[in-house]
């Protein structure tokens, strides 16, 4: 395939970040979802994304800058050519000389790197498949899956459905979110070489009230007057189902109450928290409050006091 950092008009020194916009940027234009009748623009789709699978991996990243492997992730030269560190030219597996291999048939060790045998190249070289490419695997094949905010924290199970009508479950990893990326290795389409891998793109959906903060989840949870004022237990939804919370007396709007490990897992192990922003909820038109708090006097006397007003 054509330099990575081309195919997704990057600069070699770009950083990660900006690799994934450059990715995310292409793969919403290029969309097989939003180019059913244009395979030319799926097939690029499939370029991009293994550009920016093997950009994004730091190890393939740096083996790529520095030449060990092509844009397709192969070894670019996988045995060495010269002396070795004790001198006496080319060496075998192990370290053996060439010439002193003995009946050893190399022409197999060329054949599993490059593809099988192949005419000798110009100037002597091995004449058994040595220097070509090995067969191209099929393509891969691109898919976009939606789940929903609570499974992408709870890391449910997904239940996904090939182009070939077979379906499986998906194992979501741990800090999963918009954009994530997994290969499905021989999933894709056939080829000389093999099967290529199915990419799924992950999507999470937009909650309704709750919202992600890294690995937290926030949500604004009302509650009344009295409930903040005498202190309660009171019913909050998590991701997971809900759970009862303790409400302190005295409890003002803005008040941050945190359930523990009730967010996203993170990727180096354990799990966010649940965020709960305190707001009190007044009635639109309620005589009794309204006569009480017009005899009734704060003991702080001016709240904005320390605001300067």
Known sequence: MADPYTTLGVQRGASADEIKSAYRKLAKQLHPDRNKDNPKAAERFGQVTQAYDLL?????????????????????????????????????????????????????????????????????????????????????????LQISFEDAAALAPQRVTLRDGKTLDLKLPAGVETGTQMRLSGKGEEGPGGPGDA???????????????????RLDLPVTLKEAVLGARVPVPTVE?????????????????????????????????????????????????????????????????????
Do not use: C
Request: aromatic share 8%; proline share 7%.
């Open 56 to 144: 994004s991996d730091k190890d393939k990243r740096a083996r790529f800058d520095r030449g060990e492997i092509d844009g397709d992730g192969n070894p670019a030269m996988p045995f060495g050519y010269g002396a070795g560190p004790r001198g006496g030219g080319p060496r075998g597996p192990g370290g053996t000389p060439f010439e002193q291999a003995g009946e050893t048939d190399f022409s197999d060790i060329f054949e599993s790197i490059f593809g099988g045998a192949g005419a000798q190249r110009g100037g002597g070289g091995f004449s058994s498949g040595f220097g070509r490419r090995p067969a191209a695997k099929g393509a891969n094949v691109p898919y976009r």
């Open 199 to 217: 990419i799924i793109s992950i999507e999470v959906a937009p909650h309704r009230f709750f919202t992600r903060d890294g690995d937290d989840v």
């Open 241 to 309: 189902g809900t759970v009862m919370l303790t409400v302190p007396k005295v409890a003002s709007s803005g008040k941050v109450l945190r359930l523990k490990e009730r967010g996203f897992h993170r990727k180096g192990g354990g799990r966010g928290d649940q965020l709960v922003t305190l707001l009190i909820d007044l009635p639109d038109d309620d005589a009794a409050l309204a006569r009480f708090v017009e005899d009734w006097t704060p003991a702080d006397g001016n709240p904005r006091a320390r605001l300067g007003v």
